[in-house]
């Protein structure tokens, strides 16, 4: 189990930028996936991006391809979700997810879970 926590959300106007960040427990991440994911009232949970640690491998879910860009940093333990020209269907609440093994897409695949962060993109 790692320890997931968010930060970087906020209220932003539409075609603006946001980053978020996630950080990890100190723990060895050798074979962990870290994923972003979404949720707006009314709706299921979202896949955003996720990378592999080691290697670097990404994917993106389709509505957030050529604006979203997840990226991360070894030596701090934690990834970042650069989240550009932003739209108002964008605003949800983000949760960072986390699961030793292979990259999936599915939530319920990933086990460790920070507390979420807002982000609200008003017109």
Excluded at 16 to 37: E, H, I, K, Q, T
């Amino acid at each position: 189990q790692e320890v997931l926590v968010e930060s970087g959300g906020g209220l932003v106007q539409a075609g603006d930028s946001l980053r978020l960040s996630c950080a990890a427990s100190g723990r060895s991440l050798f074979n962990y996936v870290m994923g972003w994911f979404r949720q707006a009232p009314g709706k299921e949970r979202e896949f955003v991006a996720a990378v592999a640690w080691v290697g670097g491998s990404t994917d993106y879910g389709d509505s957030v391809k050529g604006r979203f860009t997840i990226s991360r940093d070894n030596a701090k333990n934690t990834v970042y979700l650069q989240m550009n020209s932003l739209k108002t269907e964008d605003t949800a609440v983000y949760y960072c997810a986390g699961r030793y093994g292979n990259m999936v897409l599915r939530a319920v695949d990933y086990v460790d879970w920070g507390q979420g962060t807002q982000v609200t993109v008003s017109s």
